[in-house]
């Protein structure tokens, strides 16, 4: 079978960007790889700018195809209420040529849509009509541009109220201008192996800058700004955002022949927003953790030490976290060891969690955490803390804590909860603090019945499981099949 991957990002990229979806493109191309009846082809766009060329073409290495000067900036916030999102000729016309290059395939299997225009699925049904296109959502951007459904860094967003609250979601400073010249940039310096903050590297982006600086006050010397209107209705901005999220409602209906989805939660959530029922099908991604399950014993049924691995951001709820365990009474936090693992982003939350100490037994501070280091880092918690704010479609962190034998405790977003099926004793309403607290406090003070729990949540899908059944999917796209961790 001839197969071909889509995702905005090489999935050996250096600088490690795409999170999750990176790390599981690359597990996958490379056990197909290893199977002598596929051939591979990868394809990614949307980083990849040369500014001294307004061409936009492609190279190759190998198997491996990238498109130079996309219209469509990826990640998505870089090309925000950009049209290009929607159609851009000359990079469809770029794809198809990638495509023509490969010669006969059999699927194309799109991990992600940023980076390219989804015309670019129309394309590919109308001149390679035997081609099986399948669709794997691992974040929201058919529907929410900024991918996430996070209103303004701020919110889990339930409506956009008609494109209107989209019009004022992400901003940037600079243009789309800007962001491919660092592009251009960043990557001379990576494949120069120049490290980051080095003195090279510092002395060049700064020369970057400065260049940049010089040339737009140039240019607005010699071609002053103009508006062709006195007024700009910015309310008007709004049609965009609803004709982008139809746009894309409309592409994946009409030319995705199955829509991959990581969780129950996010195939409800897509066919709320208008994909078809019958296109969607529940497909849990394969981890390399997997073993880990097989070997690892539960721990017991007391707990006493509770850990939160991933990043200090908001939408993952790490801000909601720290709130709620300076909420803890004293009486219990005293009996309770804190271990957090994430980079060191936000000095504010840092500083924060230090304060911790005057309640709690002991709080521990891991600076990130690897695959090499996690199980030490997981060596003694006894429950997982999953307290994320929007819809995460399934936290590669709760799977590798699952994967151990740590229970968790979860918000009611997203696809995390339902590792355990939705445990009550377990299951928090995001967001509320009371919530979070009584169930937090219920299971240090009573503990929780071990063999109850493990025998009731769902066990891991392994890698070669979950390879074995994408190509049941590439074989048989109407096959209905909703894989469950059973």
Known sequence: MRICYYNWVDYDDKRKRGGGVTVYQKNIIESLNGKKENEIFFISSGVTYNPFSNKITYKKADKKYDIINSGTLAPSHLSFSSYAQITHRETEDVFMD???????????????????????????????????????????????????????????????????KCVTCVSHSHGEGYFKKNYFLDGILLSKNIKDNSLVSQFAWSAAHKANNVFYKIRKLIKPIELSKPLVNFSENSSYFIGRRQEFINAINEYCDVVLTVSKRVADICNEFGIKRDLLRVSYIGTAHYSKYLQSKPKG?????????????????????????????????????????????????????????????????????????????????????????????????????????????????????????KHPRFTFQAGNYKDFITKLTDLTVNGYDSLQYWSESMSPVSMEQHVNELIEFYDNPNKIIHLEMA
């Open 98 to 164: 990638i495509l023509k290059d490969i010669g006969e395939i059999d699927i194309i299997h799109f991990n992600n849509l940023e980076g390219i225009p989804v015309k670019v699925l129309e394309k590919i049904k109308s001149n390679y009509p035997s081609i099986r296109v399948i669709f794997s959502v691992h974040n929201y951007y058919p529907f929410c541009p900024q991918v996430n459904l996070w209103e303004r860094e701020r919110k889990n967003c339930k409506d956009y109220n008609g494109g209107r």
């Open 301 to 421: 049924n007391k707990i006493s030490t509770i850990a939160y691995l991933g990043y200090m951001r908001k939408d993952k709820g790490f801000e909601f976290f720290i709130d709620s365990l300076r909420k803890v009474p004293v009486n219990i936090a005293k009996n309770i060891n804190l271990v957090v693992a994430a980079k060191r982003h936000n000095e504010h939350y840092y500083y924060l969690l230090k304060e911790l100490t005057s309640r709690f037994n002991n709080v521990y501070f891991a600076d990130g955490y690897t695959h090499k280091n996690i199980d030490e880092i997981l060596e003694h918690v006894d429950l997982g803390i999953v307290p994320v704010l929007w819809e995460d479609n399934l936290p590669q962190v709760a799977i590798e804590m699952h994967c151990r034998r740590i229970p968790i405790l979860t918000s009611d977003l997203g696809g995390a909860c339902e590792l355990h099926r």
